[in-house]
């Protein structure tokens, strides 16, 4: 484990220093989906310059969860976001060997060799965000708070990375799913708004199917008093364990299926 | 060092009927069909033994590597490499092998040479007084000082392949699996690998398997060679002994004016065969004979006597040719005969 | 004119062989078109109407604007690569114009994808969620003469963006902010109307406007009259413009081609 942990420290500061050498399109990058972001926020101040609340929610509490969201999401977009490109760039041109001769765990591997720099973009974003709804909600933020939201988000940002990780994994039998993770990944979208707005059957899916429900409504709701779902809140960091493990699960038997049939 | 008893893979490659109906029916109903790339092959090799690997394209040879360095499971048979079965042990297997798999580049891309090594130093966990060493050597021996700075992607061809080489033996490793590590490369590069691996052999005893289809590379290199034809291992041994049986054999291709009806003359039946025509370039007719039977002037002449030679070329006898060769001397070539007649 | 069009035609069997693709992407569009609806449909749960648009009005616009974004970008992204791998030295070797040849390519794309994803899906949109028809056949016609000069802005915006790729390195980014500073300032996501006094009147001077929002606005019923004529006549004032831009920027970078060797 602690090899692991000096290999990853490695692998980033390898990363790094290639960022730095790119400073303008590191830059770029940042600026581009902090500008991406700040077109959704932007759209939700509009209409909520013509209303007071959306469902009951107020401003705060939408924006709030959305910085959940986006703070969450910044984890899997920095250091996950290799995982796009296992179909097309590792396993088509016959790249995904050679993280199999080396004597590493693969996926730790396949990881490791990408830290993305866009993504902090949304990670600042998310935090400025997070920083504008907090003082408004109804809310004392003390230090056990600020420690579970900080624990919430990690489950949220483990949550986009098993989903991902899931459906990247396909690409052991079909060569590229890129198509279906893009498609999966665009359900991430409900998960910005409350779950209450949309018809159950969605709230079903996006609960225990596509858990996306947890990266941000249902961590967001522990933090509003009177959302009822303050319960199934709590189930958030579950929720992360469990899919980061079925997905994990899953990325074995595809590798298993990939060393059987190769391509 | 490598033992390989009956080794088999077969590819099962699901057909589909094109389109969206292919599709959806896929998902139901797929029928199979079974590609035996490897058929139950055995291999013994001892430790710093240097191997040639050889076969034409899709003889599966690719498919035996994968296989011994553990990135492909085999549907049957047994592999031991170093007393460890490598599909098993992926990751112990992994640690004392060495690999350059072709054109695909083993080192980092973004970064230059220097650091990606100095990764390698961590993953395969090389004591720094060893690294320092074989670092040290083989800047010398690979003449790589001033390519350390440099970051993988603004290298020539020849200078990758010089850091891929110091990779793949930067951790000292046992065995070590080259694929086609010369090609596209100039003859100093050639000669300057060779020699590199040579001196790895002797120095640290490093079991080396070569594929390539380069003979000098085998010449130069190997002690043995194995031959691989349709997932068989047709022929096993010495080099010398291949050569004495088939370093004889000769190849010459002829341009001629009309060769819309050419039949072998009646003087050479008995001393060399045609060649199948290429697709692309009809008007060639390749002979092959063996010195042995008929010296290569007295074949120009007899062709020059019936036929107008518009131009000729001698040329080396490839791999290609003495893997069918060698096959050939079972039914392949009374197969040829009857197609030219 | 020939090959263009034999370009614009391989381009629409391209399309259909990445049906992966197709298929994804229908069902993303599916997807945002059902948040779209929920998320209005709350906004609308306890008032009738917002800047004197209703529900119907307001999906209406909502859903007809994310189908014309979808129109509004272009070849960029192909013209940006080509010019990144180094291709577009071989690429002005060749016997055609390398952005007359990515048009018609664009055209073949946006044609097909008309056909197969944009009207199933639309009709779906008619059926299903209280789209509305324009409420006079004269703004439906100047509504689709818009919206085709707005998809000539979008795409010629888009190919002048691309260019910046022979200053620039990284593709994603600055694909990423064009499509956030469109999605902006266009009127994509939400009528421009609703937005605040300041930010309407800096639209008015930006192309962006004339990409989504004047056609939409023509259709829904925003615009009418002598504004609607207006607005369509800065439309056209703009579509010249980038396309004069664009051959200005593309012998400039081509200079650069020439000369420095890209």
Same mark, same amino acid.
């Given at each position: 484990?602690?090899?692991?942990?000096?290999?990853?420290?490695?692998?980033?500061?390898?990363?790094?220093?290639?960022?730095?050498?790119?400073?303008?399109?590191?830059?770029?990058?940042?600026?581009?989906?902090?500008?991406?972001?700040?077109?959704?926020?932007?759209?939700?101040?509009?209409?909520?310059?013509?209303?007071?609340?959306?469902?009951?929610?107020?401003?705060?509490?939408?924006?709030?969860?959305?910085?959940?969201?986006?703070?969450?999401?910044?984890?899997?977009?920095?250091?996950?976001?290799?995982?796009?490109?296992?179909?097309?760039?590792?396993?088509?041109?016959?790249?995904?060997?050679?993280?199999?001769?080396?004597?590493?765990?693969?996926?730790?591997?396949?990881?490791?060799?990408?830290?993305?720099?866009?993504?902090?973009?949304?990670?600042?974003?998310?935090?400025?965000?997070?920083?504008?709804?907090?003082?408004?909600?109804?809310?004392?933020?003390?230090?056990?708070?600020?420690?579970?939201?900080?624990?919430?988000?990690?489950?949220?940002?483990?949550?986009?990375?098993?989903?991902?990780?899931?459906?990247?994994?396909?690409?052991?039998?079909?060569?590229?799913?890129?198509?279906?993770?893009?498609?999966?990944?665009?359900?991430?979208?409900?998960?910005?708004?409350?779950?209450?707005?949309?018809?159950?059957?969605?709230?079903?899916?996006?609960?225990?199917?596509?858990?996306?429900?947890?990266?941000?409504?249902?961590?967001?709701?522990?933090?509003?008093?009177?959302?009822?779902?303050?319960?199934?809140?709590?189930?958030?960091?579950?929720?992360?364990?469990?899919?980061?493990?079925?997905?994990?699960?899953?990325?074995?038997?595809?590798?298993?299926?990939?060393?059987?049939?190769?391509? | 060092?490598?033992?390989?008893?009956?080794?088999?893979?077969? %590819?099962?490659?699901?057909?589909?009927?094109?389109?969206?109906?292919?599709?959806?029916?896929?998902?139901? %109903?797929?029928?199979?069909?079974?590609?035996?790339?490897?058929?139950?092959?055995?291999?013994?090799? +001892? =430790?710093?033994?240097?191997?040639?690997?050889?076969?034409?394209?899709?003889?599966?040879?690719?498919?035996?590597?994968?296989?011994?360095?553990?990135?492909?499971?085999?549907?049957?048979?047994?592999?031991?490499?170093?007393?460890?079965?490598?599909?098993?042990?992926?990751?112990?297997?992994?640690?004392?092998?060495?690999?350059? $798999?072709?054109?695909?580049?083993?080192? $980092?891309?973004?970064?230059?040479?220097?650091?990606?090594? +100095?990764?390698?130093?961590?993953?395969?966990?090389?004591?720094?007084?060893?690294?320092?060493?074989?670092?040290?050597?083989?800047?010398?021996?690979?003449?790589?000082?001033?390519?350390?700075?440099?970051?993988?992607?603004?290298?020539?061809?020849?200078?990758?392949?010089?850091?891929?080489?110091? !990779?793949?033996?930067?951790?000292?490793?046992?065995?070590?699996?080259?694929?086609?590590?010369?090609?596209?490369?100039?003859? !100093?590069?050639?000669?300057?690998?060779?020699?590199?691996?040579?001196?790895?052999?002797?120095? %640290?005893?490093?079991?080396?398997?070569?594929?390539?289809?380069?003979?000098?590379?085998?010449?130069?290199?190997?002690?043995?060679?194995?031959?691989?034809?349709?997932?068989?291992?047709?022929?096993?041994?010495?080099?010398?002994?291949?050569?004495?049986?088939?370093?004889?054999?000769?190849?010459?291709?002829?341009?001629?004016?009309?060769?819309?009806? $050419?039949?072998?003359?009646?003087?050479?039946?008995?001393?060399?065969?045609?060649?199948?025509?290429?697709?692309?370039?009809?008007?060639?007719?390749?002979?092959? $004979?063996?010195?042995?039977?008929?010296?290569? =002037? +007295?074949?120009?002449?007899?062709?020059?006597?019936? %036929?107008?030679?518009?131009?000729?070329?001698?040329?080396?006898?490839?791999?290609?040719?003495?893997?069918?060769?060698?096959?050939?001397?079972?039914?392949?070539?009374?197969?040829?005969?009857?197609?030219?007649? | 004119?020939?090959?263009? *069009?034999?370009?614009?035609?391989?381009?629409?069997?391209?399309?259909?062989?990445?049906?992966?693709?197709?298929?994804?992407?229908?069902?993303?569009?599916?997807?945002?078109?059902?948040?779209?609806?929920?998320?209005?449909?709350?906004?609308?749960?306890?008032?009738?109407?917002?800047?004197?648009?209703?529900?119907?009005?307001?999906?209406?616009?909502? *859903?007809?604007?994310?189908?014309?974004?979808?129109?509004?970008?272009?070849?960029?992204?192909?013209?940006?690569?080509?010019?990144?791998?180094?291709? /577009?030295?071989?690429?002005?070797?060749?016997?055609?114009?390398?952005?007359?040849?990515? *048009?018609?390519?664009?055209?073949?794309?946006?044609?097909?994808?008309?056909?197969?994803?944009?009207?199933?899906?639309?009709?779906?949109?008619?059926?299903?969620? &209280?789209?509305?028809?324009?409420?006079?056949?004269?703004?439906?016609?100047?509504?689709?003469?818009?919206?085709?000069?707005?998809?000539?802005?979008?795409?010629?915006? &888009?190919?002048? *963006?691309?260019?910046?790729?022979?200053?620039?390195?990284?593709?994603?980014?600055?694909?990423?902010?064009?499509?956030?500073? /469109?999605?902006?300032?266009?009127?994509?996501?939400?009528?421009?109307?609703?937005?605040?006094?300041?930010?309407?009147?800096?639209?008015?001077?930006?192309?962006?406007?004339?990409?989504?929002?004047?056609?939409?606005?023509?259709?829904?019923?925003?615009?009418?009259?002598?504004?609607?004529?207006?607005?369509?006549?800065?439309?056209?004032?703009?579509?010249?413009?980038?396309?004069?831009?664009?051959?200005?920027?593309?012998?400039?970078?081509?200079?650069?081609?020439?000369?420095?060797?890209?």
């Amino acid at each position: 484990m602690i090899r692991y942990i000096k290999l990853y420290y490695l692998f980033c500061k390898q990363n790094l220093k290639v960022m730095m050498e790119y400073r303008m399109d590191f830059l770029l990058g940042v600026l581009s989906v902090m500008l991406q972001q700040f077109a959704g926020i932007f759209f939700v101040k509009i209409v909520f310059d013509h209303i007071h609340e959306l469902n009951g929610w107020t401003f705060y509490e939408i924006l709030f969860i959305y910085g959940i969201a986006a703070t969450g999401r910044s984890i899997h977009h920095i250091f996950f976001d290799n995982l796009w490109t296992l179909g097309w760039q590792y396993i088509r041109p016959g790249k995904f060997d050679r993280l199999l001769i080396r004597p590493i765990n693969p996926l730790f591997h396949f990881i490791a060799d990408r830290l993305q720099q866009d993504g902090f973009g949304q990670l600042f974003i998310g935090i400025i965000v997070l920083g504008t709804a907090m003082p408004h909600l109804d809310i004392s933020w003390g230090f056990m708070e600020y420690v579970i939201l900080i624990i919430m988000i990690i489950a949220s940002g483990f949550i986009f990375v098993a989903v991902n990780l899931f459906f990247a994994t396909l690409s052991f039998w079909m060569v590229d799913s890129l198509p279906i993770v893009w498609t999966i990944f665009n359900l991430s979208d409900f998960a910005r708004y409350p779950l209450t707005i949309y018809h159950k059957g969605i709230r079903h899916l996006l609960t225990w199917i596509i858990p996306y429900g947890f990266t941000a409504f249902y961590p967001a709701a522990y933090f509003i008093k009177g959302s009822g779902f303050e319960n199934l809140a709590l189930l958030t960091p579950v929720a992360a364990i469990v899919s980061c493990a079925l997905a994990y699960l899953f990325w074995n038997r595809g590798l298993k299926a990939f060393t059987s049939t190769g391509s | 060092m490598i033992e390989v008893h009956n080794l088999a893979k077969h %590819y099962k490659i699901a057909k589909r009927d094109p389109g969206l109906r292919g599709a959806v029916k896929s998902l139901f %109903y797929r029928k199979y069909e079974t590609k035996e790339a490897v058929k139950g092959i055995n291999l013994h090799i +001892e =430790a710093s033994e240097m191997v040639g690997y050889i076969g034409a394209n899709g003889a599966g040879k690719s498919t035996t590597i994968k296989m011994l360095t553990g990135i492909l499971t085999p549907t049957s048979g047994e592999v031991k490499v170093n007393g460890i079965v490598p599909y098993e042990n992926r990751k112990q297997n992994a640690s004392h092998i060495g690999a350059v $798999f072709g054109q695909r580049t083993q080192l $980092f891309w973004d970064i230059p040479v220097r650091e990606s090594y +100095e990764l390698l130093k961590h993953i395969y966990e090389i004591p720094q007084k060893q690294y320092e060493e074989t670092l040290a050597e083989f800047v010398e021996v690979l003449h790589l000082e001033p390519l350390l700075g440099i970051p993988v992607r603004q290298l020539s061809l020849g200078q990758k392949m010089r850091c891929e080489l110091a !990779a793949a033996f930067l951790h000292r490793p046992k065995v070590v699996y080259l694929d086609e590590p010369t090609i596209g490369l100039d003859v !100093a590069v050639k000669v300057r690998i060779r020699s590199f691996i040579k001196q790895m052999n002797a120095r %640290y005893g490093t079991t080396v398997l070569l594929t390539t289809h380069d003979m000098q590379d085998i010449e130069e290199i190997c002690q043995r060679i194995i031959i691989i034809d349709d997932g068989s291992v047709i022929y096993d041994g010495s080099i010398q002994n291949i050569k004495s049986q088939f370093g004889d054999k000769r190849v010459i291709h002829f341009e001629l004016e009309n060769s819309d009806n $050419f039949i072998l003359p009646q003087e050479l039946a008995h001393a060399a065969q045609v060649l199948p025509r290429e697709e692309e370039d009809l008007h060639k007719i390749s002979i092959t $004979f063996s010195s042995r039977d008929i010296s290569g =002037a +007295e074949l120009i002449s007899i062709m020059m006597n019936h %036929y107008t030679v518009a131009d000729l070329t001698i040329a080396d006898p490839k791999i290609e040719t003495i893997v069918e060769e060698i096959y050939g001397r079972g039914m392949k070539k009374e197969v040829q005969h009857e197609e030219v007649h | 004119m020939r090959k263009y *069009i034999e370009f614009a035609r391989v381009q629409m069997q391209v399309h259909a062989a990445y049906s992966a693709w197709f298929w994804a992407n229908t069902f993303s569009v599916l997807l945002r078109m059902l948040v779209i609806y929920f998320f209005w449909k709350a906004v609308y749960s306890n008032r009738s109407e917002i800047e004197g648009m209703s529900f119907d009005g307001m999906t209406t616009y909502i *859903i007809i604007a994310m189908f014309l974004q979808m129109f509004v970008s272009g070849v960029g992204r192909e013209l940006a690569h080509t010019i990144k791998d180094g291709n /577009v030295a071989i690429e002005l070797m060749r016997p055609y114009h390398l952005i007359t040849r990515l *048009i018609a390519m664009d055209i073949g794309d946006k044609v097909i994808y008309f056909i197969r994803g944009a009207l199933p899906l639309g009709i779906l949109a008619f059926v299903f969620m &209280d789209v509305t028809l324009p409420s006079t056949w004269q703004s439906g016609v100047l509504f689709l003469l818009s919206a085709l000069m707005g998809i000539w802005i979008g795409t010629f915006f &888009d190919l002048l *963006i691309a260019i910046l790729a022979f200053w620039t390195i990284n593709l994603w980014g600055l694909e990423v902010m064009k499509e956030a500073v /469109v999605s902006f300032f266009s009127g994509a996501l939400v009528p421009l109307i609703l937005f605040p006094e300041w930010f309407q009147t800096i639209s008015l001077f930006l192309p962006f406007q004339a990409m989504v929002y004047v056609p939409v606005a023509i259709y829904t019923g925003i615009l009418t009259g002598t504004e609607a004529w207006l607005a369509v006549g800065s439309q056209l004032i703009w579509a010249v413009l980038l396309f004069g831009l664009l051959r200005v920027l593309w012998s400039v970078a081509m200079k650069k081609v020439t000369i420095f060797g890209g």
